[in-house]
């Protein structure tokens, strides 16, 4: 080829050469993603919306609501005959003992109202009296309260009649209602006292320890579980995986129940969080994230 022939097509060459290059080289491509981040793989999963119900909770103690003492009218007189003992039902009007007078002939003790006989002091051949102890003691219509003490800020979402769910220590789970509320707080502890009405068939003891839970309203917003909280000195922080590196996210939380906790600031739905935070993993740290899904069992 002619050496002027030569220099003209170089020119050309290296035009040809360069374009090939732009055309098969991926690392130039536009539409290419990025490479995947090398760093510890990490259990992720989405941030979302749920609904936690807003609970004030009662510890206190059962006591009968209305408990009555049953006393003859009369003095010197003798037990001859006992029909009930504590623990019993008993209606209006039940005949529970009889009583010798000392004129000889007998009365009747009757139940001036219907409900359980929590104590009985009658026996026979003992003395009864008008001004002595009780015969029996009698809780009317067997209506037992859940008296407890809950926090000032508590008492104000507290209202009559609303409903509760209450476990009692030796009688399990039982239904109950707010009955009544303190209008005053006890000044050195800043609590005030709730009495719940309890519902149930069951034989309650008095003096039984109870906790009651009353749903006072709901709150809806974004939730993450409890471990991926981080609690530190910054505050209170939530790891994001974005971009396949960590984001530190400083949150403002709400409301937690069974294992989620409420998120009202710094996370918005559909998030990337890392499920277990941990103090390990930094900010601009680059991660490999695994759903929660795809985790081996």
């Not at 409900?115 to 051949?125: D, E, F, L, M, R």
């Given at each position: 080829m002619p050496a002027f022939a030569a220099r003209n097509l170089a020119p050309t060459l290296?035009?040809?050469?360069?374009?090939?290059?732009?055309?098969?080289?991926?690392?130039?491509?536009?539409?290419?993603?990025?490479?995947?981040?090398?760093?510890?793989?990490?259990?992720?999963?989405?941030?979302?919306?749920?609904?936690?119900?807003?609970i004030v909770e009662v510890s206190g103690t059962i006591i009968a609501r209305e408990e009555n003492q049953v006393r003859p009218e009369r003095i010197g007189l003798k037990v001859a005959e006992v029909m009930v003992d504590a623990g019993?039902?008993?209606?209006?009007?039940?005949?529970?003992?009889?009583?010798?007078?000392?004129?000889?002939?007998?009365?009747?003790?009757?139940?001036?109202?219907?409900?359980?006989?929590?104590?009985?002091?009658?026996?026979?051949?003992?003395m009864a009296s008008a001004k002595g102890e009780a015969?029996?003691?009698i809780i009317a219509r067997g209506e037992f309260d859940l008296v407890g003490m809950v926090p000032t800020r508590d008492i104000q979402k507290l209202q009559v009649n609303q409903t509760a769910r209450i476990k009692v220590i030796g009688a399990g789970e039982v239904d109950g209602k707010v009955r009544r509320l303190s209008t005053t707080v006890e000044p050195n502890s800043q609590l005030a006292q709730v009495f719940l009405g309890v519902t149930t068939n069951r034989r309650l003891l008095v003096n039984s320890s109870g906790r009651a839970q009353i749903k006072t309203g709901q709150s809806c917003g974004v939730s993450v579980p409890l471990t991926a909280i981080l609690y530190g000195s910054a505050g209170t922080v939530v790891q994001v995986v974005r971009r396949a590196r960590v984001e530190t996210r400083r949150?403002?939380?709400g409301l937690m129940s069974a294992g989620q906790v409420e998120i009202t600031s710094g996370v918005a739905e559909g998030d990337i969080v890392v499920a277990r935070a941990g103090a390990l993993l930094r900010e601009g740290d680059p991660v490999r994230a695994v759903t929660a899904s795809a985790e081996p069992k």
């Open positions: 290296t035009a040809l050469i360069a374009a090939g290059l732009l055309c098969f080289s991926p690392a130039l491509a536009a539409d290419d993603p990025e490479p995947p981040a090398k760093g510890a793989a990490v259990t992720v999963l989405k941030a979302q919306k749920s609904c936690f119900a807003n019993d039902s008993v209606t209006a009007g039940q005949v529970m003992a009889k009583l010798t007078l000392p004129e000889g002939g007998q009365i009747t003790v009757q139940a001036p109202v219907g409900g359980v006989i929590s104590a009985s002091t009658a026996s026979v051949g003992a015969l029996f003691s949150v403002e939380t």
